[in-house]
């Protein structure tokens, strides 16, 4: 699997845009890009994934360079409820697939 | 919007009892997953199940049994509880063909005293 590297954290200002990076550089040409989060005590929650193309779905943007090198995820609204730890995760697509956490992005929203 | 439940949020048992954690999706998802999550360790998966009666090994199985009878339920079970298996437990579900696309529980929080 492609090695991942996200922030540790950041901070976001209520009703702003959240830009969350992730670079994964080793990507390879079958690799997705997932992203989940986790809010505090909670399970985990699936967000957007995709494979070279931008996705776009009711929770957020995902936005993946032309290399693939590197990937975005856009909370288009922050509200203080996203207030989470966001993981991104570059796997080859198979039915079975266990899912690994790494760091993640811890991100406050401010109000 | 896919449910995934989960029969406690709060456990507490003591060491040698047999519990059962049972988890429940009502999406029709082929695949079952229970996890561990546990600080500085991340998510470990324990078991899974791709269809009534199968089950895979995790890459920690060890003290831990499970049960898949029905589609949409599936339980793991601590045969003998001990101090070590204190641990946030996760259940998550997926379609056969979309493996990485899963749907967690909201956890159970066991604690063997």
């Known amino acids: 699997d492609a090695k991942t590297t996200q922030p540790t954290s950041m901070d976001c200002a209520e009703g702003r845009a959240a830009n969350l990076p992730c670079n994964h550089s080793?990507?390879?040409?079958?690799?997705?890009v997932y992203w989940y989060r986790q809010i505090h005590s909670q399970g985990p929650q699936y967000i957007i994934h995709?494979?070279?193309n931008n996705e776009t779905n009711e929770m957020a943007s995902l936005i993946i360079t032309e290399d693939r090198k590197s990937s975005t995820l856009i909370l288009p609204h922050a509200t203080l409820r996203d207030t989470a730890v966001y993981y991104c995760?570059?796997?080859?697509?198979?039915?079975?697939?266990?899912?690994?956490f790494g760091g993640g992005t811890r991100v406050l929203v401010k109000p | 919007d896919v449910k995934v439940t989960q029969s406690s949020r709060y456990l507490v048992k003591r060491t040698g009892e047999k519990v059962f954690l049972e988890c429940v999706q009502d999406?029709?998802?082929?695949?079952m997953f229970w996890y561990r999550q546990d600080p500085g360790l991340g998510l470990r998966l324990i078991y899974f199940?791709?269809?009534?009666?199968?089950?895979e090994k995790g890459d920690i199985p060890e003290g831990y049994s499970v049960s898949r009878e029905k589609k949409e339920r599936f339980s793991l079970i601590l045969e003998s509880a001990s101090t070590n298996q204190t641990s946030m437990y996760l259940c998550?579900?997926?379609?056969?063909?979309?493996?990485?696309?899963?749907?967690f529980g909201p956890g159970t929080r066991l604690t063997v005293t």
């Open positions: 999406m029709d998802h082929e695949n």
């Open positions: 998550a579900s997926s379609l056969w063909d979309r493996g990485l696309e899963q749907y």
């Open positions: 995760i570059v796997r080859v697509e198979a039915a079975g697939n266990k899912l690994t």
């Open positions: 080793t990507i390879s040409g079958n690799e997705y």
């Open positions: 995709g494979l070279k």
């Open positions: 199940s791709y269809d009534v009666k199968m089950k």
